[in-house]
């Protein structure tokens, strides 16, 4: 039953009755309105959206600390965490119509601070591992490439739960070729390129990352 202040002269009152009529306040304005049952639609495109969503968490939760990295750089100074852009960015890729197959184009660095991309990414195949070659940029005037990262994932249905797991191999040395290895699960994995740079005040940016494909051998 609702609560209320001054009963006798009913000034307010909170709560509900009977499932009948709800009342409460609204920016300290009181207010009453019809109750009604909360609603949990359960529509194909609903449930395949929060099965993204989950997927998405889950693999945020599991991501080594070079991905959760280049995310937390972007949101550095905004009013959002690291984690908020991975989930935002992977769900304007995957909640869409018609549902994906799998997730192919995984954004795995959303790029910060200016920093120049690879210029092209090619997947090469080999026994339990995929290398990954860039084509790298001229550095800017004063800045610094420290690194280039790869990473893999199993290229999965996006509404399963999260199957994992993250692979991410760093490579400092040009001309820059990643190697992917004990890619042990069997099929496509999605992947991801991106460099790390140093800039010349001393922070550091991370390029967005280039995306593909490959199955291991």
């Known amino acids: 039953m609702p609560k209320v202040s001054a009963p006798l002269l009913s000034f307010s009152a909170s709560g509900q009755i009977a499932k009948s009529q709800v009342y409460s306040t609204w920016k300290g304005i009181p207010y009453v309105r019809r109750y009604a049952v909360p609603a949990n639609p359960k529509t194909t495109k609903q449930m ?22 280049a995310f937390n750089a972007y949101a550095v100074g905004k009013p959002l ?3 908020n852009k991975f989930v935002s960015e992977n769900q304007k890729l995957l909640a869409v119509q018609p549902t994906p197959e799998d997730i192919t184009g995984y954004v795995m ?13 090619i997947v090469t195949p080999g026994a339990d591992t995929l290398t990954l070659t860039a084509t790298i940029p001229d ?8 690194k280039v990262w790869g990473a893999a994932l199993p290229n999965q249905d996006p509404t399963d739960a999260f199957q994992g797991p993250w692979t991410v191999v760093s490579d400092d040395t040009a001309p820059y070729s990643v190697a992917l290895t004990g890619l042990t699960v069997v099929g496509e994995y999605a992947v991801g390129l991106w460099i790390e740079w140093v800039k010349p005040d001393g922070s550091t940016a991370y390029s967005r990352a280039l995306t593909g494909v490959g199955t291991p051998s």
């Not at 395949?48 to 990295?69: D, E, H, K, T, Y």
């Not at 550095?139 to 420290?146: M, S, V």
């Open 81 to 83: 965490t690291g984690r």
């Open 139 to 146: 550095a800017p005037a004063g800045w610094t490439l420290t």
């Open 48 to 69: 395949n959206n929060r099965g993204i969503w989950s997927m998405i968490s889950q693999s945020w939760l599991f991501a080594p600390a070079a991905i959760q990295a």
């Open 109 to 121: 660095s959303p790029g910060n601070g200016g920093a120049l991309p690879a210029t092209s990414l």
